[in-house]
């Protein structure tokens, strides 16, 4: 073979793995639901976990209306319209950490639980399998469900629920797991202390599902109520639904993990502006990617943090220009949306808002181990303070990007801005 003929060869193959990166938004649509509250973000926090989610061809989501009812809709996938249901629940709209998430069991059952933040619990579920209207409020387990926060539902590949929260407040609370069993429709509790403050510090976690019942969780301590002394991040992995867990090289954890035993998978320290509660989740073979931001060169960045061949590694992005730091408590309103990340064989996505891109909706995309990027912006206009959440279920099993918009407003430590009710939208994305 010339030489010509192989540089023909080497430059083909670099030209395919460059388009197939800045192609890959082929094609966006997008439906609207209905009218949401947009005073401040508790409809667009990425801590919602599930603000969308589908089940055999049926596809549901939630948020507030402008007087702040829970409203429920769904449609069968592929269709326009949606079938809302204003129920007959409310929630503390003024403080953003009261953010609704859903699930929905493998008897079609419409899980839901809302307006939390070192309060009683509040859950309940749909009536009827596949339906909108909900019963009246239900306890779980009766256990540690006074002063719950960030509450969260996941779905194992057995069909069993589980259900995360922090028992505590901020700087000082544990994370709880609980579990569902379909078949006798009844919740048991299985960690009532997984990640230990020590009554000193808090877990700000994210968790994912993989194969196989595994469960995947990272998370940053955070020694005060303040944001700025966030710091290190850390993992755990269980092999059992969430009843035992050990670290990436496979050693148990002596439970409950707390700041001495907890592996550190990235070590950061405190006034890094580190973020907390962005996203993580697992390739085929098993593997952690972590995506949160923080500062190690003067301007906060987009950053992953991956475990491939044994080791953990850093991933970077430069996508922000301009500093800002983190500090201070409450619900921030920050230049930068906290992130989601996907990964699609060897492509890794972000999902990401920045104010220097007219705060748009942006997805990037990247080759795992290369330093390249692409962007595309899947939003026609601004959506404000939005932070991403999309519809991981149906990624899971088709890979088919549906992500949960509306426009929303957020003042500095949880203030509030009037404005017009903005549209709650689903924007698809084709890639």
């Not at 003024?94 to 899980?111: F, K, L, P, R, T």
């Not at 795992?368 to 990624?395: F, H, M």
Request: net charge positive.
């Amino acid at each position: 073979m010339s030489v010509l003929k192989s540089i023909k060869i080497v430059c083909a193959v670099i030209m395919m793995s460059l388009c197939s990166i800045q192609g890959f938004a082929q094609e966006i649509q997008k439906s609207t639901v209905g009218l949401g509250w947009s005073n401040n973000s508790v409809n667009a926090v990425v801590f919602r976990g599930k603000a969308l989610t589908t089940y055999k061809n049926i596809q549901f989501t939630t948020y507030y209306n402008p007087e702040g009812k829970l409203v429920l809709a769904k449609r069968n996938l592929g269709d326009a319209q949606w079938q809302v249901q204003t129920t007959q629940y409310s929630g503390n709209v003024s403080d953003a950490h009261n953010s609704i998430s859903i699930i929905v069991d493998n008897e079609g059952y419409v899980h839901v639980s809302w307006d939390q933040h070192n309060t009683k619990l509040r859950y309940a579920k749909s009536i009827k399998p596949f339906g909108l209207e909900l019963s009246e409020e239900l306890t779980m387990t009766g256990k540690q469900e006074e002063r719950v926060t960030y509450p969260e539902f996941h779905k194992l590949s057995n069909g069993k629920l589980l259900f995360c929260y922090r028992s505590g407040e901020s700087g000082r609370g544990n994370m709880v797991i609980n579990e569902y069993n379909v078949a006798t429709q009844q919740w048991t509790q299985l960690q009532n202390n997984l990640l230990d403050g020590e009554e000193q510090r808090s877990a700000y976690w994210q968790m994912t599902v993989g194969k196989n019942n595994t469960v995947y969780i990272s998370w940053v301590w955070r020694e005060t109520w303040d944001v700025s002394t966030n710091h290190d991040l850390c993992f755990a992995m269980s092999e059992d639904g969430g009843r035992t867990w050990k670290n990436s090289e496979g050693k148990a954890y002596t439970l409950p993990i707390n700041a001495a035993s907890a592996e550190v998978a990235f070590k950061i320290p405190q006034n890094s502006s580190l973020i907390n509660q962005t996203s993580m989740t697992v390739d085929k073979k098993g593997n952690p990617y972590i995506a949160t931001y923080w500062n190690s060169d003067s301007i906060p960045q987009y950053k992953i943090v991956y475990k491939r061949k044994g080791k953990w590694r850093l991933k970077e992005t430069h996508f922000h220009k301009e500093t800002f730091s983190l500090g201070g408590g409450g619900t921030k309103s920050i230049p930068i949306a906290r992130p989601k990340v996907l990964v699609d064989n060897k492509t890794i996505y972000l999902l990401f808002r920045d104010e220097e891109r007219n705060n748009k909706i942006t997805l990037a995309a990247s080759k795992i181990c290369k330093d390249r990027w692409a962007l595309t912006d899947v939003s026609e206009s601004g959506v404000g303070q939005w932070e991403p959440n999309y519809d991981d279920s149906l990624w899971k099993s088709t890979k088919q990007l549906h992500i949960f918009s509306q426009k929303v407003i957020q003042v500095d430590g949880e203030g509030l801005q009037e404005t017009t009710p903005q549209p709650v939208e689903i924007i698809e994305v084709s890639l």
